[in-house]
C-alpha cells in the first residue's frame, strides 16, 4: 500500500487483520507516522503491547522486520557495523602465501564491502525488495546517552558514516519505531524526531477483545471473567502489574488445564504467568486471591 493511500481507518484495519487491535487513538499515531514518515516513539509499561505494534505493522504491510533489542553498553559495532576480521586475517594470510602484499590494493579489498557486517540499523537504511523495512529499536531506554546522540544522526538524516567507505544512505527511509519501558528518561532531542504516543493498558471492552481474538477457544463469560480479575489485580499495590501479554499467555494456561471458571486454588497455580516477581506472587496468597476474585465478579456485575 502507498504511503499516499492511508488513512486512519485503513491503517486502524490493517492492524485488525493481523489481529493487533487498537483504538483510534493509536491508529492516528501510525498513520501519520507512516504518511509523514516519521519515527514513533512508543512508552508505557512493559506488557502493553508496544512490540506487538512494530511486528503487526511489519505483517500488515509485507515488510521485513528488523530489531535491535537494546542493552546497556550497545555500540556502533553491534547496532551498525562491523568487519569480519577472521574473514580478514584470511585474506591477508592468502595473499602473504601468494607473495601479492601490494598495501593499498590490499587495504582497499579488506576495507570493501565483501568484508562488511551489516548490523540492524545498517540493514535497516539498505533497499529491500519488498520496499522500505520496519526498524524497530526495542527498550531504547536501556541504553545510555552516548548511542541516543548517535541515533540523532541516523533519525535526523536516515544515514551513517563508515570511515573506511564513507556515508551510506537510505533512497527510501525505514518505517522506523522506538519503544521504552520508561526505566529512564530519554532525551528530547531524540523524542522531538517522532511522534509520540503513551501505551496504556486497555479497558475492559478493549482487553476482552484481544482476548477473544487471541484465545477464540475461551468462552465469552470464561474470558470476561479472565478480564475482570486481571483488571482487579491491576490495581493491587505490585512490582510489576501484569500486561496485555500476561492475560493472554494466562488465558491460555487456563485452557491448558480445562478450567472453565476461576476459583483461589486455580488462581494460586497459575500466579506464575501473570506476575513475574516472587514478592508480587507471595502478596497474593489464597485469601487474596479469594477477594480479588470477588471484587472482579462484582465488577462483573455492574458491567452486566
Same mark, same amino acid.
Given at each position: 500500500?502507498?504511503?499516499?493511500?492511508?488513512?486512519?481507518?485503513?491503517?486502524?484495519?490493517?492492524?485488525?487483520?493481523?489481529?493487533?487491535?487498537?483504538?483510534r487513538?493509536l491508529?492516528?499515531?501510525?498513520?501519520?507516522?507512516?504518511?509523514?514518515?516519521?519515527?514513533?516513539?512508543?512508552?508505557?509499561?512493559?506488557?502493553?503491547?508496544?512490540?506487538?505494534?512494530?511486528?503487526a505493522?511489519?505483517?500488515?504491510?509485507?515488510?521485513?522486520?528488523?530489531?535491535?533489542?537494546?542493552?546497556?553498553?550497545?555500540?556502533?559495532?553491534?547496532?551498525?557495523?562491523?568487519?569480519?576480521?577472521?574473514?580478514?586475517?584470511?585474506?591477508?594470510?592468502?595473499?602473504?602465501? @601468494?607473495?601479492?602484499?601490494?598495501?593499498k590494493?590490499?587495504?582497499?579489498?579488506?576495507?570493501?564491502?565483501?568484508?562488511?557486517?551489516?548490523?540492524?540499523?545498517?540493514?535497516?537504511?539498505?533497499?529491500?525488495?519488498?520496499?522500505?523495512?520496519?526498524?524497530?529499536?526495542?527498550? /531504547?531506554?536501556?541504553?545510555?546517552?552516548?548511542?541516543?546522540?548517535?541515533?540523532?544522526?541516523?533519525?535526523?538524516?536516515?544515514?551513517?558514516?563508515?570511515?573506511?567507505?564513507?556515508?551510506?544512505?537510505?533512497?527510501?527511509?525505514? /518505517?522506523?519505531?522506538?519503544?521504552?519501558?520508561?526505566?529512564?528518561?530519554?532525551?528530547?532531542?531524540?523524542?522531538?524526531?517522532?511522534?509520540?504516543?503513551?501505551?496504556?493498558?486497555?479497558?475492559?471492552?478493549?482487553?476482552?477483545?484481544? /482476548?477473544?481474538?487471541?484465545?477464540?477457544?475461551?468462552?465469552?463469560?470464561?474470558?470476561?471473567?479472565?478480564?475482570?480479575?486481571?483488571?482487579?489485580?491491576?490495581?493491587?499495590?505490585?512490582?510489576?502489574?501484569?500486561?496485555?501479554?500476561?492475560?493472554?499467555?494466562?488465558?491460555?494456561?487456563?485452557?491448558a488445564?480445562?478450567?472453565?471458571?476461576?476459583?483461589?486454588?486455580?488462581?494460586?497455580?497459575?500466579?506464575?504467568?501473570?506476575?513475574?516477581?516472587?514478592?508480587?506472587?507471595?502478596? /497474593?496468597?489464597?485469601?487474596?486471591?479469594?477477594?480479588i476474585?470477588?471484587?472482579?465478579?462484582?465488577?462483573?456485575?455492574?458491567? @452486566?
Amino acid at each position: 500500500m502507498n504511503r499516499n493511500t492511508y488513512t486512519i481507518e485503513t491503517v486502524q484495519s490493517m492492524l485488525r487483520e493481523v489481529d493487533y487491535l487498537c483504538d483510534r487513538s493509536l491508529a492516528t499515531t501510525v498513520f501519520l507516522a507512516l504518511k509523514l514518515n516519521r519515527p514513533l516513539f512508543l512508552e508505557g509499561e512493559a506488557g502493553v503491547g508496544k512490540t506487538e505494534i512494530a511486528l503487526a505493522i511489519s505483517r500488515a504491510l509485507g515488510r521485513k522486520l528488523i530489531r535491535l533489542q537494546c542493552y546497556e553498553g550497545l555500540d556502533t559495532g553491534s547496532a551498525v557495523y562491523e568487519w569480519n576480521f577472521p574473514a580478514q586475517m584470511v585474506a591477508i594470510r592468502t595473499a602473504e602465501a @601468494a607473495g601479492n602484499l601490494e598495501r593499498k590494493g590490499l587495504q582497499a579489498e579488506l576495507f570493501s564491502e565483501e568484508y562488511l557486517i551489516s548490523r540492524p540499523i545498517l540493514e535497516a537504511l539498505r533497499n529491500h525488495e519488498e520496499g522500505p523495512p520496519v526498524l524497530l529499536i526495542d527498550e /531504547i531506554d536501556r541504553t545510555d546517552e552516548p548511542f541516543e546522540a548517535f541515533l540523532l544522526e541516523v533519525l535526523s538524516e536516515f544515514q551513517v558514516t563508515i570511515p573506511e567507505l564513507g556515508t551510506i544512505k537510505s533512497n527510501e527511509p525505514p /518505517i522506523v519505531i522506538l519503544t521504552s519501558n520508561r526505566t529512564r528518561e530519554i532525551h528530547d532531542a531524540l523524542k522531538r524526531r517522532c511522534f509520540y504516543y503513551w501505551v496504556d493498558f486497555p479497558d475492559f471492552a478493549r482487553e476482552l477483545e484481544i /482476548i477473544q481474538v487471541k484465545v477464540p477457544e475461551a468462552s465469552e463469560a470464561f474470558s470476561k471473567e479472565i478480564v475482570s480479575f486481571v483488571h482487579s489485580l491491576r490495581s493491587e499495590e505490585l512490582f510489576k502489574k501484569p500486561g496485555v501479554a500476561e492475560s493472554i499467555d494466562w488465558a491460555k494456561c487456563l485452557l491448558a488445564l480445562d478450567t472453565i471458571a476461576l476459583s483461589p486454588e486455580v488462581i494460586s497455580n497459575t500466579l506464575g504467568a501473570l506476575l513475574k516477581y516472587q514478592d508480587d506472587i507471595a502478596k /497474593i496468597d489464597s485469601s487474596e486471591s479469594q477477594r480479588i476474585l470477588e471484587q472482579a465478579r462484582s465488577n462483573l456485575k455492574e458491567i @452486566a
